[in-house]
């Protein structure tokens, strides 16, 4: 059986890497099982990419098994190559579209999960890594589940938009045509930053949200619209881009359970006042973001009817269209800086007979630049992973961004006079991812 790629597919040219940093042994016999059970239940595990005369297609429950890779690490300049392998090799054709590695060292190892991003986002990655790791240790049942085809989701038509929306995509496909084709590899100069607050910090900031009647994630933008200003300056970008999680039942195919590349995003202009103290910004944001979830979670799927008219971009235009953002934008990455905030990482079981040391996620994008954050708690402390490149941000305006960013939560994790009440409690936010 054979399905085409949807247009967003087809974009969605970048890989996604968790690293898990175990202390213990794993047998190979056993990661084996383990991924074996993991594949039968995603169909997106089970397809392959084919090329055919007229585009893309996946084919279905034509993979075989899941890649594994077992590498002895003696250094940890062997460890960091090996890594780097991994996080940016292309999937060939034949090759299911997930790999595993187990990269031994002394007493445990670093245990690496990629995936095409175009089959699953970053809480993808995480349902992975959950149940791979449990099943290396029980007998979980996972339960296999009919493959999602995005197309499902496309809203019906409504004639007075449709006709404005193809006038659209006719004029976007209209330039494509027009833009020349580079020959000529993107340079890329990478950089990879991972910053943290230690457990009492995290802790402290927690309870101070909770007094302060805000959710984290409206801290976090807040603290990051502030930290680019103060960082960049003219040069900062002008929206912070922030992806919506689409597993809150409004999308009624998707489970919490199931892979599925991501839905939409919400954004946050960056520079704009509101308020006096990083709190009252919170707030300002608090108050943004769930009617701009909510609106962007009844876009979706006309936004995917919207995206099937438009043309895919060959490589070479692909690469002419990001030698116009370095020239257009101030940032290389069309003027946004996406932040995804993952929430807190509970992988492993109590009871495993081994321990999770750490956890950590990357991108690495083959079409367009990278630049953007994963923010996340693990073992009580809240983690920044910043992946970029030179071209967009230069080392020494990291260096700043870090600086002016983790200043602004530490300034902020002072306690207040007045304790919180006992029982006060945030209402959720639909969809932060």
């Known amino acids: 059986m054979m399905r085409k790629l949807t247009t967003i597919e087809r974009l969605i040219d970048s890989n996604l890497t968790s690293r898990l940093s175990i202390d213990g042994t794993l047998s190979i016999d056993g990661l084996r099982a383990a991924i074996d059970r993991v594949q039968r239940k995603h169909p997106a595990l089970r397809m392959l990419l084919r090329r055919e005369s007229d585009g893309w297609y996946y084919a279905l429950d034509a993979a075989g098994p899941v890649s594994l890779r077992v590498a002895i690490c003696t250094s940890a300049q062997v460890l960091a190559s090996e890594i780097a392998r991994e996080e940016t090799a292309p999937f060939a054709d034949d090759e299911p579209l997930l790999r595993l590695a187990w990269l031994r060292t002394d007493g445990g190892g670093v245990l690496l999960l990629t995936a095409a991003h175009r089959i699953c986002d970053g809480i993808g990655m995480l349902t992975l890594a959950r149940e791979l790791l449990a099943a290396l240790h029980r007998e979980t049942p996972l339960l296999p589940y009919a493959p999602i085809d995005p197309l499902d989701m496309v809203a019906a038509a409504d004639r007075p938009l449709e006709r404005k929306h193809r006038l659209l995509a006719a004029a976007i496909n209209g330039l494509i045509r027009l833009l020349p084709s580079s020959r000529r590899p993107l340079q890329r100069d990478l950089i990879r930053r991972e910053w943290q607050l230690d457990a009492g910090l995290t802790e402290v ?223 959720a936010q639909a969809g932060i991812q």
């Open 205 to 427: 900031l927690r309870q101070r949200c909770r007094m302060e009647q805000v959710s984290m994630h409206a801290v976090l933008l807040a603290s990051l619209d502030l930290a680019l200003c103060s960082a960049l300056g003219k040069r900062a970008p002008a929206r912070i881009d922030s992806p919506v999680n689409t597993w809150r039942g409004r999308l009624s195919r998707l489970k919490a359970d199931m892979l599925f590349f991501g839905g939409g995003s919400f954004k946050i202009a960056v520079g704009r006042e509101r308020g006096a103290d990083l709190w009252e910004r919170a707030r300002h944001i608090y108050l943004e973001m769930g009617p701009k979830i909510e609106q962007e979670l009844r876009d979706i799927p006309g936004k995917y009817r919207f995206c099937e008219m438009l043309e895919v971009p060959s490589e070479g235009k692909l690469r002419s269209l990001a030698r116009i953002a370095d020239v257009w934008g101030r940032n290389g990455n069309w003027n946004q800086f996406p932040l995804s905030n993952l929430g807190v990482v509970e992988l492993l079981d109590a009871d495993a007979p081994f321990r999770l040391q750490d956890f950590s996620l990357s991108l690495h994008s083959f079409s367009m630049r990278s630049l953007g954050m994963f923010a996340f708690t693990v073992h009580g402390r809240l983690r920044f992973v910043f992946m970029g490149e030179e071209q967009c941000m230069g080392a020494a305006q990291v260096d700043a961004l870090e600086r002016a960013f983790l200043g602004v939560l530490r300034e902020q994790a002072a306690p207040r006079r007045r304790e919180a009440e006992p029982d006060s409690v945030i209402p």
